[in-house]
C-alpha cells in the first residue's frame, strides 16, 4: 500500500476550475474521505490519482513515484465509481475473477478460485456467483463492482460514493467491512462521499473540497468540533449546525457576523425563550424544530421529553463558533 501526494494540482475544464492549486497528502494506510457539494471537485481529484485524466499543472505521486505521466495501468490502483461498470456477458464469478487474469500477473487459478470466495463472501453475494451480471439487482451489481476491486491488491483504492445505490441495511454492513478491510490490510483509501456517517464513521482523515480548493483537511472530529469556517462546518453532523446572527445572543465578539450552533452547543433550560415549531421522535433521539424571535433552528433532546409543538424552551449557546462576515472562523 502506498501514500497519494498531490502538489498544487489544477485542472480546468473550459471556464470552469475543477481543482486550483490543490495539494494534500493521503498517508499510507489512511482512510481519506473527500468532502464537498456537488460540482466541488471530488470526482476529478479521483479521476487524476487514477490516470483517467492529467492535471493543467502539479505533480501527483504514488507510494513516492511520480505517477503524473504513467498510464492509469502503471499507476495499480482499483477505482470503484458510482455506476457499476461490469461486463454483462459474464456470470458474478467471471467479473470478480477478471481482474486477477491478466497475464501479466499469472495467478494461479486456486488462488483465484479462493479470493473470489472470499470477496463474495465478504460482499454477501456468494449465492450469486453464477448468475450473470445482466441477472442482478442494482445493489447486487454495484458490490460485484466494489468486489472486483477488492480481488485485487493495488497501491490504493479510489472509490467514489461506492455505497450510494445500496439500501441502507448493506450500507451499514459495507460501512463495517471496508472499515475492516482497511485495518486488516493496512490498505490505502480515498474516498468520496456525500454521506456524513461514513465520513464520521470510516475516514481517518478528511478533506473538504469547496469550489476546486481544498479549504480544511483532518481528522473527521477535529473538522466537527474544529471548523475553519461556516462551509466547513456545515458539510459534517446531523442535524446540520444553526447559522444565525451573531447578534441573536449575547456575548459575541467584535466582528462577529455569524452565530454557528451544533445541537450539542444549544443548553436547554435556561436563557432566551424560544418556541417549539415541531418534535420528531427517532427513536434514539428526538429532533426538536424551535424558532427564536423568527429564526429557525433544531437541536436535539431526550428521546422521552414530554415537549410538544407551542411549549416554550429556554436556550442559550454553549461554547459556539463565531464567524466573520466572509464565513470565517473567529476565535
Ligand atoms: N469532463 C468535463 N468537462 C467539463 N466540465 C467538467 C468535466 N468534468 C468535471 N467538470 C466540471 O468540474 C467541476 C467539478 O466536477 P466534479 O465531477 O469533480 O465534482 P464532484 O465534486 O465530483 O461532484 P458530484 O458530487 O456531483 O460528483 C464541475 O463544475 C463539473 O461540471
Redesign the pocket.
Known amino acids: 500500500m502506498a501514500e497519494v501526494e498531490l502538489s498544487d494540482v489544477t485542472r480546468t475544464?473550459?471556464r470552469?476550475s475543477?481543482?486550483s492549486n490543490v495539494s494534500m497528502t493521503v498517508p499510507d494506510g489512511a482512510f481519506f474521505v473527500l468532502l464537498?457539494?456537488?460540482?466541488?471537485?471530488?470526482?476529478?481529484?479521483l479521476r487524476l490519482v487514477a490516470g483517467l485524466d492529467r492535471p493543467d499543472s502539479g505533480a501527483l505521486r504514488i507510494g513516492g513515484t511520480a505517477v503524473t505521466n504513467l498510464t492509469p495501468a502503471q499507476r495499480n490502483v482499483a477505482m470503484v465509481f458510482?455506476q457499476y461498470s461490469l461486463y454483462p456477458h459474464m456470470t458474478v464469478r467471471e467479473n470478480l475473477a477478471f481482474p486477477l487474469k491478466s497475464p501479466l500477473l499469472r495467478t494461479p487459478q486456486d488462488q483465484i478460485d479462493r479470493k473470489v470466495q472470499e470477496v463474495a463472501e465478504t460482499l454477501q453475494i456468494s449465492h450469486k456467483l453464477d448468475n450473470r451480471a445482466t441477472a442482478l439487482s442494482g445493489g447486487e451489481m454495484q458490490r460485484v463492482s466494489i468486489g472486483r476491486a477488492l480481488v485485487r491488491n493495488p497501491a490504493v483504492y479510489l472509490m467514489?460514493?461506492p455505497l450510494s445505490s445500496l439500501d441502507a441495511k448493506l450500507r451499514a454492513d459495507l460501512r463495517v467491512e471496508l472499515k475492516n478491510i482497511q485495518a486488516r490490510t493496512g490498505a490505502t483509501f480515498l474516498y468520496?462521499t456525500?454521506d456524513q456517517i461514513e465520513a464520521m464513521t470510516m475516514a481517518t482523515h478528511v478533506g473538504v473540497?469547496d469550489h476546486?480548493r481544498l479549504v480544511q483537511t483532518g481528522p473527521p472530529r477535529e473538522i466537527y468540533e474544529d471548523p475553519v469556517s461556516i462551509y466547513a462546518a456545515s458539510r459534517l453532523g446531523q442535524p446540520r449546525i444553526n447559522i444565525l446572527p451573531a447578534d441573536l445572543f449575547a456575548g459575541a465578539p467584535s466582528g462577529a457576523k455569524s452565530i454557528g450552533l451544533r445541537p450539542e452547543q444549544i443548553h436547554q433550560g435556561e436563557g432566551e425563550e424560544s418556541s417549539v415549531v415541531r418534535v420528531e421522535h427517532l427513536g434514539d433521539q428526538t429532533r426538536l424544530y424551535l424558532s427564536l424571535r423568527n429564526h429557525d433552528l433544531v437541536t436535539v433532546t431526550d428521546a422521552h421529553t414530554p415537549l410538544q409543538s407551542g411549549d416554550i424552551v429556554k436556550i442559550r449557546p454553549e461554547r459556539p463558533f463565531y464567524f466573520d462576515a466572509s464565513g470565517a472562523r473567529i476565535h
Open positions: 475544464f473550459g470552469t475543477a481543482l464537498g457539494p456537488t460540482g466541488a471537485g471530488k470526482t476529478t481529484t458510482q467514489d460514493e468520496v456525500h473540497l476546486g
